[in-house]
Every structure is written in structure tokens, then in C-alpha cells.
């Protein structure tokens, strides 16, 4: 308790110094701009810099201070060749840090995202351990999960840089990492319709009643079947083959133990009910802003793109994503444009490459073909403790059977949302950072 306490106090003291904290701050880290833009990439440099202000006893006495600046190459892609490509747009990672000497110790403030700070720990500990152990500091993380002042500590000025320049290595790798969670995405809000969310409940309600009566009728068949089977080994290999073949028509008609046994958590929240056109992961409020100016921005463009007229979205059936009904992972309901003239496709695009351009957008996002679709069980919501790889899909076999056809009706879209994950508004949608308002939603609020 000692140590936490005094692990605490020090983040505390270096929070309140009015030197800068260290920052880690992504300059360029995802997909690469348009052409027009791969020269002033290449003139800002191929870098990571970490910018060292060193304060020893000597110069407090003087009111004097030594810059110390060290540069750290990333991989080579100043060639104009690799600049044309997406791989060549790899993180780079500039750092601002001011060292304190206090006695015998030497140590620095420094300031790292949230969603980044589990990466510097690592599993377990383990590479906040070995960052530790090869350069001879100690990190010490706030006790706050939302603080993000970490602070180094070391006995001389080169092992803090050191493991600074280590932990800027770690973090540009976090950042590139799939293991980096989305924290945001732009959307079209279905939810906003109560027709819609009533026909989804109604929807969740009906297969997991289906199951919980399954489950019950499977129960009795299978104690019925244990008292037989006692005396199967008397029985000949032609009988058993027989048998094995019955069971497989008959699970071709009425469905497998895992249709049976639907956990409630693959559906999605009637609440929440959207479309996505976009991923993103801004990992800090200077991203999160951007990504905020870079949509409203965009407002007139998508306007146009919808030929400044309302639009609506007709949703039919039910259909698999990568995979069958028998073995069903995602299940979603196929998006159909109103009068089918493509608009709202070429308004998705617009904003599509208005973030891949501003840097916004990972590579292999940047990559991927839009496909407006709205998703109604996706079995990688279940909880994690009911999750394991015999139950990592689902057989819906007798949901297609009922729902195949299902029409849910048409809706209009009323506008596009920077929409952040896990943090939901009142009306249980997710919390919305900005919007901009599409045709029916200004004659909407006019009426």
C-alpha cells in the first residue's frame, strides 16, 4: 500500500509541474493522402524526434538548460516509389519531454492516451517489466484509468532517453496493432424509428422464446435416449450407421443443439440499430476533433451528393455474413436504396475519402468495400465468459426458415453521425461527438 501510495504521490507531483509533459502525438499514421499530398509528407520528415530538455544541478544553479535532440529513423520510406503506396505510410511518433534531477534520480513526465496505455504495460506486465529491466527505470502509471500522466524514473539522463525512445517504438506498434480497439465510427441511426425498434424486439423475443422451448424438448429427448443407449453395443456397425444417418436428416429439418441454446447477447440492441459506412480509431480527444471538423466540413459535399433531396432505405430479409445459416457468425438485413439511384452510396464515398485523405483512416480500412448492411446478431457480442471456440457461431437454419423474408420496412435516413462506441446518449443510441443533418431531417425540423 506504501509503494501504491507513493507510486501515486510521484504522478502526482509531476502532474502539477508547469514544464510540458512528454506527448506522444501520431503526425501520419494511417493510409496516405492523395498525390497532391505525398510531397509535404515527404518534405515533414521520416522521423520520430524526441526532444529532450536535460536539468542537472549545475544548470538549476545558472537558470540554464541543455536541448538535447535525438532522432529515431522508422523504416525506410523516403523513396518516391514507396511514397506512392499505402505501406509506406507507416506511424511516426514525435515526443516532447522535460527530465527533473532530484538528488541521485533523474525522471520525466509523460503523457500517453488511454487506450494506449495497456499496450505500454503489456500482458501481464510484461513489457512494462522489460522496458524496466533493460534500461534501468521504473514507469509508474497514474492510479486513475482516465489520468494519462505516466512518469519515468532512472538514475542518469541516457537510460530516461533510452526507454523513451523504446516506449515510442512500442506505442507507434500499438497504434498500427489490430489489437487496437475501434472507438469510433460514422453511422446512420435507425434506431430513431419506433416502428423499427418494436419490430426488433419482437424479433429478439420470438427466437429466444423458440429457444428456451427447444432447449426443454431437446432435454427430455436426450434422457430418453441415454436409457437406450446402454444397450447400443449389442447392436450391429450397419444398425449404427443407419441410425447416424436418420439423426442427420433429422438435424437437417429441425436444427442443431446450438440453434437451440441462442444466448440473448448476439443480438443487437434494438436501441442502437444503425448502419455503419466508416471505422475509425481515434485514440485521443486531438483525433477525435478532427475527425469532428473533417464531417461538418463536409456537410454541403453530401448535400450535393444526395442531390439535396430526401432519401430512404428499404430493409428485406435476412442474409449471412461469410459463412451459412447453418453455421452463422453475423446476420443482417440487406440494405436497398428507395428508387435505387445510387445516392446514398456516393454520399458514404464522399465521406470515405474525405477521411482517408485527412490521414483519419487505418490502411487496411482504407481498403475495404463499403457495404451499407444492418446487423442483427453478430455472435462476437457474446459475453466473453459464455464464449469459447464451440459456440464462436450459431445455427440459424430455423431463423431463415421464418425470417428469410422478413420485410422491416422503409426508413428514411436522416442524418450521418461521428458516433463513439461503448458510451450511449438518453435515447440509447450511441453518443454522438457531431452530425450533419441530411434533406429530410432539415424538413423535418422546419415542420
Not at 516509389?81 to 516532447?96: I, Q
Not at 529491466?133 to 530516461?160: M, R, W
Not at 526507454?163 to 506498434?173: G, T
Request: glycine residues 4%; aromatic residues 6%.
Amino acid at each position: 500500500m506504501q509503494r501504491a501510495q507513493g507510486a501515486s504521490d510521484n504522478a502526482s507531483k509531476h502532474r502539477k509541474t508547469n514544464s510540458p509533459a512528454q506527448r506522444w502525438r501520431p503526425v501520419s499514421t494511417e493510409a496516405s493522402p492523395r498525390n497532391a499530398d505525398l510531397d509535404e509528407l515527404s518534405n515533414s520528415g521520416r522521423k520520430q524526434v524526441v526532444e529532450t530538455v536535460i536539468t542537472d544541478s549545475e544548470i538549476l544553479a545558472s537558470d540554464k538548460a541543455t536541448n538535447v535532440v535525438i532522432g529515431v529513423t522508422t523504416n525506410n520510406a523516403s523513396s518516391s516509389e514507396n511514397n506512392s503506396t499505402l505501406g509506406s505510410s507507416a506511424p511516426k511518433v514525435v515526443t516532447e519531454d522535460t527530465m527533473e534531477l532530484t538528488g541521485e534520480k533523474y525522471s520525466c513526465s509523460i503523457e500517453v492516451d488511454v487506450p494506449l496505455k495497456r499496450f505500454l504495460k503489456g500482458k501481464g506486465g510484461y513489457m512494462q517489466k522489460q522496458i524496466e529491466q533493460e534500461n534501468g527505470v521504473k514507469i509508474i502509471f497514474p492510479s486513475s484509468k482516465e489520468e494519462t500522466v505516466v512518469v519515468l524514473e532512472g538514475k542518469d539522463a541516457e537510460s530516461i532517453r533510452n526507454a523513451s525512445e523504446r516506449i515510442a517504438k512500442v506505442l507507434e506498434e500499438a497504434i498500427k496493432s489490430p489489437m487496437l480497439d475501434y472507438s469510433h465510427f460514422i453511422s446512420l441511426p435507425l434506431a430513431i424509428h419506433p416502428d423499427l425498434v418494436e419490430k426488433l424486439n419482437n424479433f429478439q423475443s420470438s427466437i429466444l422464446r423458440l429457444s428456451a422451448a427447444n432447449v426443454h424438448s431437446d432435454k427430455e429427448e436426450s434422457l430418453s435416449e441415454n436409457s437406450a443407449d446402454e444397450n447400443d453395443e449389442a447392436e450391429s456397425q450397419g444398425v449404427l450407421t443407419k441410425r447416424r444417418v436418420e439423426e442427420e436428416k433429422s438435424l437437417d429439418n429441425k436444427g442443431s443443439q446450438a440453434e437451440f441454446s441462442i444466448d440473448k447477447s448476439i443480438f443487437i440492441k434494438p436501441k442502437t440499430f444503425h448502419l455503419t459506412v466508416l471505422m475509425l480509431k481515434l485514440w485521443n480527444k486531438d483525433r477525435i476533433a478532427k475527425a469532428s471538423d473533417v464531417l461538418q466540413s463536409l456537410s454541403s459535399q453530401v448535400n450535393e451528393a444526395m442531390e439535396n433531396r430526401p432519401i430512404s432505405i428499404q430493409l428485406r430479409g435476412l442474409t449471412c455474413m461469410k459463412g451459412s445459416p447453418a453455421r452463422a457468425r453475423v446476420v443482417y438485413a440487406p440494405v436497398l436504396e428507395v428508387g435505387g439511384e445510387g445516392r446514398l452510396v456516393r454520399a458514404c464515398k464522399v465521406i470515405t475519402d474525405a477521411f482517408v485523405k485527412s490521414g483519419l483512416v487505418l490502411e487496411r480500412d482504407a481498403r475495404q468495400e463499403l457495404r451499407l448492411h444492418a446487423t442483427i446478431m453478430n455472435v462476437r457480442h457474446m459475453k466473453s465468459k459464455k464464449r469459447n471456440r464451440r459456440n464462436d457461431s450459431f445455427d440459424a437454419r430455423s431463423i431463415f426458415r421464418q425470417y428469410g423474408e422478413q420485410e422491416w420496412g422503409e426508413y428514411p435516413v436522416p442524418a450521418f453521425h461521428l458516433s463513439q462506441r461503448f458510451k450511449f446518449d438518453e435515447s440509447g443510441y450511441y453518443h454522438c461527438c457531431c452530425s450533419i443533418p441530411l434533406p429530410e431531417a432539415k424538413a423535418t425540423q422546419t415542420e
